[in-house]
């Protein structure tokens, strides 16, 4: 599913099991050591798909440790991002001369636990959604574009280093299949200009949402 939203410069894989070969190196292992087995099963499960998704690119397999706030450490070169949820675990990876950034996440196409579309929005953004629910009931927009907005932090944090919070990106998401998101943060310069903003594309299918960014180069 994932393939629908990247640009050919990104390899992928995705898978809606956790497979019984999947395996961790000692340095991954020691990190979820006292984890339960759900998170086992996630963090086993991202890593597989990583590096049959670094293989793609010519990337040997690495130890994929999380670094900063949780972010995980790439071989150098490499720029990437993993997600899971409940029946689905995937990764992206891209090789820094061809891919600034990509931030990827998944969520269930389902609405929002009550009360947390008000904790995660703007107030902006709020009527946006009400329309598209109006226009379209049967797509979760709610979720859409919390899930977005985790795409943006995943794509921001490795060029910013810095935290993104919910309040720190105002989203318009479009029926097309796309989205924006303007920065209300000071971002980096990249390329020579501040980060102000990322343009993304989400997917509703088979019980899933997922958002997708890649910036590339100019």
Sequence with gaps: ????????????EE??????????????TAVIARAVDKRRREFTTARHCARAALAKIG???APLLPGE???????????GSMTHCAGYRAAVVGLRESVLTVGIDAEPHDA?????????TLPAERPRIEALSTADPSVHWDR???????????????????????????LTLDRDGTFAARLLKTG??????????????????DGL?????????R
């Design 1 to 12: 599913m994932i393939e629908r939203l990247l640009p050919g410069e990104l390899a992928w």
């Design 15 to 28: 898978t809606r099991t956790d497979p019984p070969d999947a395996w961790l190196f000692d340095e991954e």
């Design 59 to 61: 990337v040997p397999a």
């Design 69 to 79: 706030r949780g972010a995980p450490g790439w071989p150098d070169g490499v720029v």
């Design 112 to 120: 929002l636990p009550d009360g947390v579309l008000n904790a995660v």
């Design 144 to 170: 859409i574009l919390f899930s977005a907005k985790e795409s943006v932090y995943k794509a921001w944090f490795p060029i910013a280093r810095e935290w993104l919070g919910f309040e720190d990106a105002d």
């Design 188 to 205: 980096p310069e990249v390329e020579g200009e501040p980060l102000t903003s990322f343009s993304g594309r989400w997917l509703a299918d």
């Design 209 to 217: 949402i997922i958002t997708a960014i890649a910036r590339l180069p």
